[in-house]
């Protein structure tokens, strides 16, 4: 049976059931209170009602906080992650309540953010919404439907095929080299050459440690990669020179360098360089792409680039068609 008062001017109606959560909600009148209880009694007796209470008083901003504390410290990649649910938080989807969160809301924060960053980007967070609104139902008794699954996503860009001539490599390396009138990390010219060498991901460069790097064998392993698994990566002659002429690092790691760093590094060397539309991550399209040359058969080639299906690969095996051409004749 519902129960009511009046408590600063506002009627607040109570259910309370044996065996459930009090349910209380508050009204501007005593009839909209009333009408509310009985609506949600009628639920409850046909066993339809679900309890929106925590999904209405919690905004999705306080369910972001939340889950950049429990969750995303345990994640690989959580200081990129912390950083990007950061910059989400400061915006006005955040105020709303969880239970606020509709399609429509999700949608008018997509076509927002499309006139600011990139359709891959817009498609990330999308994802990053949809995780964390998963986790909330599952977890701490958010119950609410996830918006996010109805709404369209932005076409996917096509995956880029920008790989690095030698030409523009040589002023890369060149921009990338430390001198007087030139402050740049000494650690960024070997890991270039080792990243074209090796078509290693530049997180896993960054965490290779000298305990997994075999010179004898020419080898490297990481225990953890993008995908999941280990692997061991086989290294080329080149590779295992631009190593061994690395200074050892006190702490174990092969490039003791910040991941901010190698990016802001790389974009302004590029710039000196005169090279136009190139990333970081170029270099593994460029490497798996020269690899290409040395291992004709892709199930090797996926081997040594980490890849678990040839449809992965092919996004980042961009033949030329010039070498193919000659292969037929």
Known sequence: MATFRNRRGKWQARIARKGQPAISKSFTTRQDAERWARQIETQIDQGRFVNHVEAERTTFGEIVGRYMQEVTPTMR???EDLIRLGAMQRNTICKLSMAALTTARIAEYRDQRLKQVSAGTVIRELAYISSIINHARREWDINIENPVRLVRKPLSPQSRS???SEAEKVRILDALTPR??????????PL???ALESAMRRGEML???WINVDLVNRTAYLPVTKNGEDRTVPLSSKAIEILSGLPRDIKGSVF????QTVAASFMKATKRADVVDFHFHDLRHTAITNLSQKLPNLIELAAVSGHKSLTMLKRYYHPRAIELAKKLR
């Open 77 to 79: 990649g959580a200081k």
């Open 162 to 164: 920008r790989t690095l």
């Open 180 to 189: 007087p009138t030139r402050r740049v990390s000494s650690w960024m010219k």
């Open 192 to 194: 270039v050459e080792f």
């Open 207 to 209: 965490a290779l440690k």
């Open 256 to 259: 003791p360098i910040e991941a």
